[in-house]
């Protein structure tokens, strides 16, 4: 089976007589459930629900590896993190990108830190965590990198890793499992964030762990029952519903950001650009190996934060946003937030749905206003 039709067909029950193809979100904390343990499917609501079963079923099929959806990407992060490095925390060594998302490096060098967890830290660029690999228990890979979109070589990067005996977690959120396969590409576990490119709408917050066998999927469940980060069967209902279009979503949020992309790197306002998909900038090569799409996302930098502020404000159609990936292009400065060694003029800009020549006469547009 072919991606665009998988991403329509993945997770659906077989079609029965009168019934719907997806069914509808399942609303229950406790079920019908008498007699002993093992005798329901289904017994209470923090344990497993119907509507995750056909989500995480597609999830799974889409990944190539058994998948656990999350009430958020962070919670998915932490699920990997605790129950990888936490059994023994202080005899735990984890290798993070030094340019990776703010949240999950926070995470890291906070909350598992205090734990006793040693973490390291190196560029995506040039896969430079390699170096850094012996001794380790675990390393975070995250690739095309969120917001510098750096890559690295996820297969050197796995064999090296697993050379020394050490998992590997890829961060898959820019890519998504239709742009980027870690699972098959060796990893251990690939994380995402189904608040962006995934779902792709903007109106919800899910993740979702696919882990490369039966036995790493089981401890995380029992750290997903056990801590409760679970997610609510509204939001995992549509996650699911709006996987069918995730093809044709991609597709044009793609040639949409290669338009706005090309458009950039012939402007004098812009002081450096990158994108993945063009064929001079330094991810290419490793990008086009190892990615399907090269993904929405399109980081630039303008001359200052005033002119930063200034384009964003000019923008007619392109909404000022934080987040990525969803049907609606948006952009932000994305200094705004701190904690990201960018320069004050950097725009993380993320590429919707929209005709392309709309967003790119908005975005010329807006170049010669600043
Ligand atoms: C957004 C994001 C996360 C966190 O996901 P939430 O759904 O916001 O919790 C993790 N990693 C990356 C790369 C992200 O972009």
Not at 192 to 199: C, M
Not at 236 to 257: D, F, G, I, K
Not at 287 to 302: C, D, E, N, T
Not at 348 to 358: L, V
């Amino acid at each position: 089976m072919r991606d665009g039709t998988r991403v329509v067909r993945a997770g659906l029950p077989r079609v029965s007589q009168g019934a719907p193809f997806l069914p509808g979100p399942t609303f229950a904390g406790t079920y019908g459930f008498s007699g002993e343990v093992g005798s329901s499917p289904y017994t209470y609501g923090r344990y497993h629900n119907p509507t995750w079963t056909n989500y995480e079923e597609a999830l799974g099929e889409l990944e190539g590896g058994p998948a656990l959806a999350f009430s958020s990407g962070m919670a998915a992060v932490t699920a990997v993190l605790g129950s990888v490095l936490v059994p023994n925390s202080s005899g735990s060594v984890l290798v993070m990108p030094s340019d990776g998302y703010y949240t999950a490096r926070m995470l890291a060098e906070g909350f598992f830190a205090s734990l006793g967890v040693r973490v390291r830290k190196a560029p995506t660029a040039g896969s430079a965590q390699a170096g850094q690999l012996d001794g380790a228990t675990l390393v975070w890979l995250e690739t095309p990198s969120n917001p510098g979109l750096e890559v690295c070589d996820l297969a050197y990067m796995i064999e090296e890793a697993h050379k020394r005996n050490v998992l590997v977690a890829v961060d898959n959120t820019t890519a998504t499992p239709l742009g980027q396969q870690p699972l098959n590409l060796g990893a251990d576990f690939s994380v995402s964030s189904d608040s962006k490119g995934l779902t792709g709408h903007g109106d919800l917050i899910l993740g979702h762990v696919a882990a490369r066998n039966r036995e790493w999927a089981d401890r995380l469940r029992a750290f997903r029952t056990q801590q409760g980060s679970v997610a609510g069967p509204m939001e995992v209902w549509m996650a699911h519903r709006s996987l069918p279009t995730l093809e044709l979503r991609t597709q044009r949020q793609c040639e949409n950001a290669m338009k706005v992309a090309s458009l950039l790197a012939k402007r004098p306002e812009v002081v450096s650009l990158r994108y993945p998909g063009l064929p001079s900038d330094p991810s290419h090569a490793i990008a086009s190996r190892q990615m399907k799409y090269y993904g929405p996302i399109v980081s630039f930098v303008l001359q200052s934060q005033e002119e930063a502020e200034r384009f964003l404000g000019a923008c007619q159609l392109v909404i000022s946003a934080t987040s990525f990936g969803g049907v609606h292009t948006t952009a932000e400065r994305r200094g705004r937030w701190g904690g990201d060694a960018i320069p004050p003029g950097f725009i993380r800009f993320s590429a919707g749905c929209e005709d392309g020549e709309d967003i790119a006469e908005d975005v010329s547009n807006a170049l010669d206003v600043i």
